[in-house]
């Protein structure tokens, strides 16, 4: 019996090392045009994954349980967001369309972080996760607010409401406190238990809080340099000297500051930021920045930034702001009456030109800053990374294939790595990385959306594989799979 039982084992063991040495993968990718932008490689490959990592990438034949034929397709590494805005699977579906595999919220951050880690566990169609969210937590240090600070984020949260607008509703009426020195630490504590909770850096949108001490932010950048954790901010105002003042607290402080959308932070002199911003990166300071490739930007009527001076600061006037729940136009009287209301607006105010100068320069990531849904949302919630594709590599020829894939993969994950050791192994296509993985028609790939109607589904993006799972497939949303999976920062002490 034992003999038997042995012989048994020893069958057993060949037939498992034969699956091995025939390479049957778990899916195989055959002949598609495989780019990974760290080494380099844009060649025709056959690509294996097995136990949601990619086990093999080769010009040999090989084997899988479903291959899959992508000639004349680019496979590359699935593309990384850092900036979002929309929780759910409904702008998750959008962003799957448009090749990515990865969404973070990093600009405005998420409140009770480990509850949302928690609520979004086996649900998410890709990968997930947020900073801190600085707004919330200098909110809740302030006194007068901090036995029902979340009572009124939660009665903010009204139908038809999204979470960031609940959000800029409720820390707005501390828009313009000064915080005591006792209150600033408190801050500083709040952001540290919110890295606990599994944060990848701190947001620190003050662009929302314009009038807020420059000497609370000053204490916000310290604190991320204390805690070695990167800051990711919306600047003061859309002008230079917001800039400068961003990088000034990075450089004084010594922390790893993310300037994001600089486009619309810039305007007019974004030749000049980017110089900043670059000389800055030569003298050894982490500094990065981020764009999006429209030239409307979008965000709430209710918030600081359409403060008396909003068209000078903007250089725009009412008829290029547009109301995103009718689609129209404003005049005096109907910015008066939607301002009072509260609600989402898109900004016309950026040159095609300006998107041109940022989208091409080395190192500077392509980030959607997507809204949260609704029907007429500013298109870039959909379009991003398709429309970077289409219009600036294929079209215009602004970028190369490389470089946007890099912009899109590997800038992205590596700017996170330091902070999220998770991104180590993902923005590459290459043996033993995450199986996150886009597949797309570099011929036919667009993106959809517009202004007039929306957004809308991204076209090329033809296979999307989410840790090993397909998501995506010949164009169509997998249904009833969910193989995101939550990305956390290093200081995470729970399980
Ligand atoms: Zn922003």
């Known amino acids: 019996m034992k003999k038997i039982y042995f012989l048994f084992s020893i069958v057993v063991l060949n037939c498992s090392l034969y699956a091995q040495s025939t390479n049957e993968y778990d899916i195989v990718l055959i002949g598609g045009r495989v780019i990974d932008p760290e080494t380099k490689l844009d060649a025709i490959r056959n690509v294996g994954i097995r136990n949601n990592k990619i086990a093999v990438i080769s010009s040999n034949s090989i084997k899988g349980k479903e291959t899959i034929n992508v000639s004349g397709l680019v496979v590359s590494p699935g593309f990384i967001d850092l900036h979002i805005h929309g929780r759910t699977n409904i702008e998750q579906e959008y962003q799957l369309h448009d090749g990515l595999t990865t969404a973070l919220e990093l600009e405005w951050g998420i409140e009770n972080l480990k509850d949302w880690y928690l609520s979004r566990k086996d649900k998410a169609l890709i990968n997930y996760g947020g900073s801190v969210n600085w707004p919330y937590e200098r909110f809740k240090a302030i006194s007068k607010f901090t036995d029902n600070a979340n009572s009124l984020l939660q009665k903010n949260r009204k139908e038809g409401i999204s979470d960031i607008e609940a959000m800029t509703n409720t820390v707005l009426p501390a828009a313009t406190e000064k915080l005591t020195d006792a209150e600033i630490l408190k801050t500083a504590a709040n952001v540290k238990n919110s890295l606990l909770e599994g944060a990848i850096g701190i947001g620190a949108p003050i662009g929302y809080l314009p009038k807020s001490n420059p000497l609370e932010f000053y204490r916000i950048f310290q604190t991320a340099s204390e805690l070695k954790s990167p800051i990711f901010v919306h600047v003061r105002n859309p002008d230079i000297i917001s800039i400068q003042e961003a990088i000034n607290n990075a ?111 080395p190192g500077v990531l392509i980030a959607s800053d997507g809204m949260p849904y609704s029907k007429l949302a500013h298109p870039r919630t959909s379009g991003t990374f398709a429309r970077t594709l289409g219009s600036y590599v294929r079209e215009e020829k602004v970028l190369t294939l490389m470089s946007a894939i890099e912009k899109m993969t590997l800038l992205p994950a590596k700017r996170l790595e330091e902070i999220s050791p998770m991104m180590k192994t993902k923005g590459r296509l290459q043996v033993g990385a995450d199986a996150d993985i886009t597949v797309f028609n570099p011929t036919t790939i667009t993106d959809k959306g517009t202004f007039e109607t929306g957004p809308a589904f991204s076209e090329g993006v033809e296979y999307v594989i989410v840790n090993g799972i397909f998501a995506l497939k010949n164009g169509k949303t997998v249904a009833n799979t969910f193989a995101g999976q939550p990305i956390y920062g290093k200081y995470k002490n729970w399980q």
């Open 251 to 361: 450089i004084l402080t010594n922390s790893s500051l993310h300037l994001v959308h600089i486009n619309s932070m810039a305007t007019g002199n974004i030749d000049l930021a980017l110089e900043m911003v670059t000389t800055a990166q030569k003298k050894g300071f982490e500094i990065t920045t981020e764009l999006y490739p429209y030239t409307a930007a979008s965000t709430t009527l209710q918030s600081a930034m359409f403060n008396d001076g909003w068209q000078e600061r903007l250089g725009i006037n009412y008829a290029d702001l547009q109301w995103e729940a009718t689609g129209e136009r404003l005049t005096k009287e109907s910015f008066e009456k939607y301002r009072n209301q509260g609600g989402v607006v898109i900004m016309h105010m950026m040159k095609p030109a300006w998107i041109k100068t940022g989208i091409k320069a």
